[in-house]
């Protein structure tokens, strides 16, 4: 387990709710990757990132899924793609990412609480 934190530390990491509307491979990443476009609604609209999720996702099949991602890191340059927020996941047990996502389908743009 991480260490403790206040309410306020958690209050500072901004988690929304988005949905993939564009996905691609990304064979120029170092390790397999797919590129992600996430809908976020509103003022935050479209945002890319790259997610390391080829173990059990293909670019085809992440059209229309929801996600939650961290919409407050600063763009992070991975290879040739800026990438703008960090899509969640959890690792199964050896090892692979599996992406978090609401239970339900819930409106683009809520903040995780």
Same mark, same amino acid.
């Given at each position: +387990? ?16 988005? %949905? ?33 999720? %080829? ?47 609401p239970d339900l389908a819930v409106?683009?743009?809520?903040? +995780?609480?």
């Amino acid at each position: +387990m991480a260490d403790q934190i206040g309410y306020p530390d958690f209050e500072k990491v901004d988690v929304r709710v988005g %949905t993939i509307v564009d996905a691609q491979p990304f064979p120029e990443a170092r390790k397999p990757s797919i590129r992600l476009w996430v809908d976020f609604g509103g003022s935050i609209g479209v945002k890319k990132s790259a997610a390391q999720i %080829t173990v059990h996702y293909a670019p085809d099949r992440l059209i229309g899924r929801q996600v939650l991602a961290v919409v407050n890191f600063p763009p992070r340059q991975i290879g040739p793609v800026l990438s703008e927020v960090l899509v969640l996941g959890v690792p199964d047990e050896n090892g692979a990412v599996v992406l978090l996502k609401p239970d339900l389908a819930v409106p683009l743009g809520g903040r +995780m609480f």
